[in-house]
Structure formats: structure tokens, C-alpha cells
């Protein structure tokens, strides 16, 4: 195995000793150099200072008699966080001695540990912010690869979102996050318009339209009632935040839109949004979140990353201590208070002793992992459901001559595919190319029921939906792939906002657990970062 990694090495000021050691990936700038020493100091020193080192050797720390170095990492520093690195580490040693452990070593006890279960952007933010705050973190992730249901397929040169697709622009915890990472200046807009079709024409669509032409103007009128509700409910609804709103939770989408609007709305507006935003159908929903995925879509635009949203959680892993192909199996707790964990790695099953636990995972993996679940809690997380779908790749042996990113069907006339995206157009730079890759999404309940299946019959059933709106598309498909989705993004069904609140209070007498993810709102990345930060702040506060 190649390790692509530098060392710097830190002698004592006699030269003969090695005091410490820190294996750096990449010199560059924004990253610090932080020691603790024995007698309770801290010092910073930016990283870039040991890029060139002299042949002399560079005066890294300046100790006073009797003391030394008891620890050295590598951080980025954000938010303002210097204050707390510098205390956490210039008393991490202290610490140390007061429970006996009588050493220098870096490593903390091992009772002081946050391990976090799952590497998406959700434990990756939550680990990444309390790294910031000098705490120990241990991320423990199933698969190999860091970025959850941000999914990466590199194929010739490109690389195509599988995954997630892209950053609304009205993020805000997440933007500060990209910054922080020197990704937001680097993110680009997605500026094609989509092109909804029925009855064989195609009626271009852009982000925060308000008139549809594909639908008679009655429609529009009646539709504009949710419009209504959206702004007149403006300040109350936070489309990443499950904050309360009574009114609209227990009420049935699609009924509610053919009361108070029409079937052309819910076939044309309501189920393409919902499946854009959510993956899903629209009955069972519940109205509140299509209320916050309504003021989502109007108070954004997309964004994407040319090398593909994979670079977000490739970028959050690197300095992050993450243990890939490891299967956390249980959550350990004595008196309510958490322990540990149990994890299978490689073939090694560990115990691993932590005071604290994060859980970045989709919820549905609790039940299995926490025994001192009451049956109300494994009810509520049973009953809080996930999209599942087939994704269908192809690539093209040309770039087609469209001015649109994606094609949106209509069940209406028996499409079993929700829509189509060309990643070619939807951003130049991620196929070198400029031939189009076209990705057919199967949505809702066609996606249930094809996930499983056997992918030539996925693959047979896309191309007849695509020759619907291409004819000669089989004479230009180059290659295929398929990515199943068995957790795709939460669904939020009647009556599951308060039993998702009260679930996170009953939870919350499992000391030292905490939970990061879609079930604080949305399925969204802005979802997962708040939530991450929310744990963060609420493991640093004291007790």
C-alpha cells in the first residue's frame, strides 16, 4: 500500500530524542500546527512554515525548564475556535494525570472518545467540528468510502453525481462549511432550464417560475393558493428544521391539493416537484413538508462542484480520523449513559470504550444498535420511511443538441421513469468529453417496486422510456450502469413531524447519545451539517 503522506518530525532541543511526529497529506494554507506541552500551554504555528524546511532544522515550540511536549496535531481553524483548541489541548494532559493515566502520550483515554457511527457529510461535519474544539473523534464508516448517499461514478474520464445532485444556494451552515473547506468559490451555477413533457411536447421549466404553461391557466390560478400558504406562513417555516407547524402535519398532500386545487396541478406541479426534491410520490405525504420543499424551490437555485459533490465529503474526511469497512454492531449503555460501541473490523470484532456516541446514519439503523430502545421509539422509527430507486446511467456517443439539463415525465401517460438529467449539461466540466450522460430516475412507487430487479430488466424498461422522447436512442448509447438506492431521502408521511419531535426528546435520556440527520427536518445536506453542529454544540456545553 502507497502512503501519500508527509511526516514532520519534532527532535528535542537537544536533537536526540523524536518529541512527536504528525503525518501531513497536503501543505496548505488555512491549516495550523497546534502543541500542548506539559505545564498547560498551547501554541499555533501555521502549517506552511514547515513546507520548506532548513537543513538547520526550524524552532517549532520554545519550552520553559521541565516542560514538554505532550501533543501535536494538524487543524483548520473555524468559526473562531482557537479559544477552545488552546485550552482543550494545553489541559488535555492534566486531564490525564487526574485519572491516573501518568503519560505523555497524544492518545486520550479512551473513556473520553466521541465515536461517530457513519462517514456521510453528517458525521463528517459533527467530526469535524469537534475536532475543531480539540476533542478526540473516532469515525467509524460500513463502506469504503467517505460521502453517504453523495455517491461518485468516474467513467472515462468523468465523474457523475449518483447521489446527491447538488447545493441550494440558501444553504447556510453548509456554505459556511464549503468556505471553510475552499470549496464555495469553486462551486458553479446550474443554469439549464428542465423540460416537462406531455401529450409529446416539451414545456421549458425554470427555477422559481410561477406560470406553467402546461397546464390551463385555472390551474395556475388554484395552485397559487399553496404559494399563499408558503408566503403567508413565511417566517414560520424552515425548510432544514422540523419546527412545529400543527396545522399542516396531519394533513394528506395529494387530497389536500385535489380539494383546494385540481388533478393537473397535482400531476404537473406537486408530484414533479416532490419528486425532484424528495424522490417520492405525493400521496401520503404529509402538506408540511411539501410547504417547506414549496419555499425551498422558491427562495433558491442549484449549484455543483466540476469534480462532483463527492469532493464535499472527500475533502471533510481528509485530517479526520475514519475507519472504513467497519460495521458498528452495537451501541453499548450502563444506567442510560453511553460506554461504547462494539464494531466488527475486517475480521476483528472490537470493543471500543467512548462517553460519547454520535449517530450519522439513516435512523432506521438505531433499532439494531441500541437495545434500551422502548417500543414507542422503535415504532416511530419503523413508521419514518425512505425512498428507494433504481438510477440508470448512459453514457452517449454524443452530446445531444438539447438547451435543457433534464426531461420531467408524467405518470399520467403511463412513464414508470419521474425524470431524466444530462450531467453534460447540468455541468461541462465534470465530462471532459462533452458527451451526454443521461440518468434515468425512477421516483416513488415505481422506484419500490424496480429496486430489486434484475438489472437488464431496469435497464430494458429505461430505454424504453427514453425512446419515448428520443427515437433513435438505442443507436446512441455507448455503455450503461445501474446504482440502486435502498435508502434514498426520508419521506416525511402524515403524522410523523411530532412523533420524529418527541422522539429526539424521549432519546435524549440516553446520555451521551446524539443524533445528526434527516430526521431534524428535511432531506438535505443543510439538514445533516445543522444537525452536526447542533450535536457538536450540545456534546461541548457543560454538563
Not at 33 to 55: D, E, H, I, Q, W
Not at 359 to 386: F, G, R
Not at 506 to 513: A, D, E, N, P, W
Request: proline share 4%; hydrophobic share 40%.
Amino acid at each position: 500500500m502507497v502512503c501519500n503522506c508527509s511526516y514532520i518530525l519534532f527532535f528535542s532541543a537537544t536533537g536526540k530524542k523524536i518529541s512527536a511526529f504528525l503525518p501531513v497529506r497536503q501543505f496548505q494554507e488555512g491549516r495550523y500546527v497546534v502543541f500542548a506541552t506539559k505545564n498547560s500551554t498551547a501554541k499555533k504555528t501555521g502549517l506552511m512554515a514547515y513546507a520548506n524546511p532548513r537543513r538547520s532544522g526550524i524552532i517549532a515550540i520554545s519550552l520553559g525548564e521541565g516542560d514538554e511536549v505532550v501533543g501535536v496535531r494538524c487543524v483548520r481553524l473555524l468559526f473562531g475556535c482557537w479559544v477552545v483548541v488552546q485550552v482543550a489541548l494545553a489541559f488535555s494532559w492534566l486531564a490525564r494525570q487526574i485519572h491516573g493515566a501518568g503519560s505523555s502520550e497524544t492518545k486520550m483515554e479512551p473513556s473520553a472518545r466521541t465515536v461517530i457511527i457513519g462517514a456521510g457529510v453528517g458525521g463528517l461535519a459533527a467530526g469535524y467540528f469537534l475536532q475543531q474544539a480539540g476533542r478526540e473523534v473516532e469515525i467509524y464508516e460500513r463502506a469504503a468510502v467517505p460521502g453517504g448517499r453523495i455517491q461518485l461514478l468516474e467513467k472515462d474520464g468523468a465523474r457523475i453525481d449518483v447521489g446527491a445532485q447538488y447545493f441550494h444556494t440558501n444553504y447556510v451552515e453548509t456554505y459556511k462549511l464549503l468556505d471553510a473547506l475552499g470549496l464555495k468559490d469553486k462551486l458553479l451555477p446550474i443554469r439549464p432550464p428542465v423540460q416537462m413533457i406531455r401529450n409529446g411536447r416539451g414545456y421549458l421549466v425554470k427555477h422559481n417560475t410561477l406560470r406553467y404553461r402546461m397546464i390551463p391557466l385555472i390551474s395556475n390560478l388554484k395552485f397559487a393558493r399553496i404559494f399563499w400558504t408558503t408566503y403567508r406562513n413565511f417566517s414560520r417555516i424552515d425548510p432544514y428544521y422540523n419546527d412545529p407547524l400543527e396545522e399542516f402535519e396531519n394533513v394528506e398532500l395529494s387530497d389536500y391539493i385535489l380539494r383546494k386545487c385540481d388533478r393537473e396541478a397535482l400531476e404537473f406541479l406537486v408530484r414533479p416537484l416532490i419528486t425532484a426534491f424528495n424522490l417520492s410520490d405525493p400521496e401520503g405525504e404529509s402538506l408540511a413538508h411539501f410547504l417547506r420543499i414549496t419555499k425551498q424551490f422558491l427562495t433558491s437555485s442549484d449549484a455543483c462542484l466540476a469534480t462532483g459533490m463527492f469532493t464535499f465529503p472527500e475533502m471533510l474526511s481528509r485530517g479526520l480520523p475514519v475507519t472504513y469497512n467497519a460495521d458498528v454492531r452495537q451501541i453499548q449503555t450502563q444506567s442510560n449513559r453511553v460506554t461504547g460501541v462494539q464494531a466488527l473490523v475486517g475480521k476483528e470484532m472490537r470493543q471500543i470504550e467512548a462517553s460519547n456516541v454520535i449517530l450519522a446514519t439513516p435512523l432506521k439503523e438505531l433499532i439494531p444498535l441500541l437495545p434500551v430502545l422502548t417500543d414507542e421509539e422503535k415504532s416511530t422509527i419503523s413508521d419514518y420511511k425512505y425512498s428507494q430507486l433504481p438510477l440508470v446511467v448512459f453514457f452517449m456517443k454524443r452530446r445531444l443538441a438539447e438547451s435543457h439539463w433534464a426531461y420531467v415525465f408524467s405518470r399520467t401517460e403511463s412513464f414508470k421513469a419521474s425524470f431524466t438529467s444530462d450531467a453534460a449539461f447540468k455541468c461541462a466540466a465534470m465530462v471532459p468529453s462533452g458527451k451526454s450522460v443521461l440518468q434515468v430516475w425512477f421516483a416513488g412507487a415505481a422506484g419500490e417496486a424496480l429496486v430489486d430487479e434484475a438489472e437488464d430488466k431496469i435497464v430494458q424498461l429505461a430505454r424504453e422510456e427514453m425512446k419515448r422522447v428520443i427515437p433513435d436512442f438505442d443507436a446512441l448509447v455507448e455503455s450503461v450502469d445501474v446504482v440502486r438506492h435502498h435508502t434514498g431521502m426520508s419521506r416525511y408521511k402524515v403524522g410523523i413531524y411530532p412523533r420524529l419531535r418527541d422522539f429526539l426528546k424521549s432519546i435524549s435520556r440516553v446520555k451521551g447519545l446524539y443524533i445528526v440527520g434527516d430526521c431534524y427536518g428535511h432531506s438535505t445536506l443543510e439538514t445533516a451539517v445543522r444537525s452536526a453542529r447542533r450535536a457538536a454544540d450540545a456534546l461541548l456545553r457543560p454538563a
